[in-house]
């Protein structure tokens, strides 16, 4: 079955970076777009990036535009997010997202706190 798996998260000091990457199994990875997903305490998921099955096409939330990039590896499977300059409001568990044949598959998440 679809499965993703994230790691990378982490505790890091404001203005510091992290890379997430989401390693993919169980389906035709190269053939579908991916994304990644972030909650705060007491909010709702939002959307992050998305990037296009070849790569050639990513999507930003307007909140991490210029400190965020979205990118994949297709013959190893996994999307990575590169995520500079980080802020206190950047704190939230992230999460890999792929809609496979209609069905919503998310990962485990990791934690990402920034904080000093």
């Known amino acids: 079955q679809v499965q993703l798996v994230e790691s990378g998260g982490g505790l890091v000091q404001p203005g510091g970076s992290l890379r997430l990457s989401c390693s993919a199994s169980g389906f035709t990875f190269s053939m579908y777009a991916m994304s990644w997903y972030r909650q705060a305490p007491g909010t709702e998921r939002e959307l992050v990036a998305t990037i296009s099955s070849t790569g050639g096409y990513t999507n930003y939330a307007d909140s991490v535009k210029g400190r965020f990039t979205i990118s994949r590896d297709n013959a190893k499977k996994m999307v990575n997010l590169q995520m500079n300059s980080l802020k206190p409001e950047d704190t939230a568990v992230y999460y890999c997202?792929?809609?496979?044949?209609?069905?919503?598959?998310w990962g485990q998440g990791t934690q990402v706190t920034v904080s000093s």
């Open positions: 997202n792929a809609r496979v044949r209609g069905v919503i598959t």
